[in-house]
């Protein structure tokens, strides 16, 4: 295996599908390949909403000690992980390790998160907000669900267990949907599925075992990996939190609907000579990541392609422009990377505007 460091886009890219693949399932069922809902039994609603069904999913992800194996389904693969969370004295430590694919491993223990990856003999270490989970779902506020349809569609029994079974349908072509079958008693989600815009299953995650502990060791966030003549990377610098914007600053022209620039600063990659510009637009589910760079050959006023990509759920696209090399990166269709890559210049801070349709 060559000994060259890896892109920091694909890095970035590898991060995202595996935080991606946290919240996960209960039933040893195969892979649906619609998320129509077929074969539901429609019940009577519920007591909860569907957003505070969420909101207790949430919770229990963040919060829980759990211990669980799950099966991960994408493009026509499965491979399965292992999941450990705990909350400890105000303190989570979670984590995610590959049981019989690429063999990687991600162990977060407060803000400090590393990516063991054998395949690539590298681990990268990096800082990320301590309040920032490896799983969980992101919080829905009446700005997000304007642009998702969110709905309980059935309640059924799964695995001997009553699930509320809550539908996250995209408005548009800009995100992906969600259908999350969430446990009445524990909220845990017990299945979810990743749906492109026509509605099919473009991945979906189903746990083998889970137990949920009162008491779990140090000892389970120790890797299984040998590290002798990996190459270490390290990010040492603490993520930056929103701020308000710069007198000049890179910014997007145009959004997708909804989306919004919710952080940006100052972010030091692996394989970067000096930080880079991190910017992230998110429509409150969604996000997308944007990382810009020197080094670009494309002269004043160019714009050039350079590379579109997918990496499990997730998309990523560079593109040079003006000198300076773009990178977006998100669990969203190719188009909406596309899109917000090409929409960032450097100009004087103003609110991005978004795509009017």
């Known amino acids: 295996m060559p000994r060259a460091a890896p892109s920091s886009e694909r890095l970035r890219a590898l991060a995202l599908a595996w935080t991606v693949a946290a919240a996960g399932a209960l039933a040893a069922l195969g892979p649906s390949r619609s998320c129509a809902g077929q074969g539901d039994q429609i019940r009577p609603a519920p007591a909860q909403t569907p957003v505070q069904w969420l909101e207790r999913m949430n919770q229990a992800l963040t919060t829980g000690n759990y211990d669980g194996t799950f099966s991960h389904w994408h493009g026509g693969t499965v491979e399965m992980l292992r999941i450990i969370h705990r909350l400890q004295d105000g303190q989570v430590a979670e984590r995610l390790v590959s049981l019989d694919g690429s063999g990687r491993e991600f162990i977060r223990t407060g803000a400090s998160l590393t990516c063991y990856l054998p395949d690539r003999r590298t681990v990268l270490v990096e800082q990320r907000p301590a309040q920032q989970s490896l799983v969980g779902f992101p919080a829905v506020d009446p700005q997000t669900a304007s642009f998702y349809d969110i709905r309980e569609v059935a309640r059924m029994r799964l695995n001997r267990r009553d699930t509320h079974v809550i539908s996250v349908a995209p408005r548009d072509e800009f995100r992906y949907g969600y259908r999350l079958w969430i446990d009445d008693s524990t909220a ?25 502990a009162a ?5 389970a966030f120790r890797p299984d990996v040998s590290t002798d003549g990996f190459q270490w990377l ?18 997007a022209l145009q959004l997708p609907p909804g989306f919004r620039l919710m952080m940006r600063g100052p972010q030091t990659l692996p394989g970067s000579p000096a930080p880079v510009d991190h910017l992230v637009f998110s429509d409150g589910l969604a996000s997308v990541s944007v990382f810009v760079e020197t080094g670009g050959t494309a002269g004043p006023g160019e714009v050039a392609e350079v590379r579109s990509a997918r990496v499990g759920s997730s ?35 103003t609110t991005p505007a978004a795509t009017r349709r």
């Open 188 to 212: 845990m989600p017990l299945k979810t599925q990743l749906c492109d815009t026509d509605g099919r299953v473009i991945e979906q995650l189903v746990f083998a075992s889970l137990t949920m």
């Open 234 to 251: 390290r990010n040492d610098t603490a993520a930056p939190a929103a701020a308000p914007a710069p007198a000049s600053a890179w910014s």
């Open 215 to 219: 008491h779990i060791p140090d000892s």
């Open 315 to 349: 998309s990523a696209f560079s593109t040079t422009i003006n000198g300076y090399k773009i990178t977006a990166v998100g669990e969203v269709p190719p188009a909406t990377v596309r899109f917000i890559a090409t929409q960032v210049r450097a100009e004087e801070a």
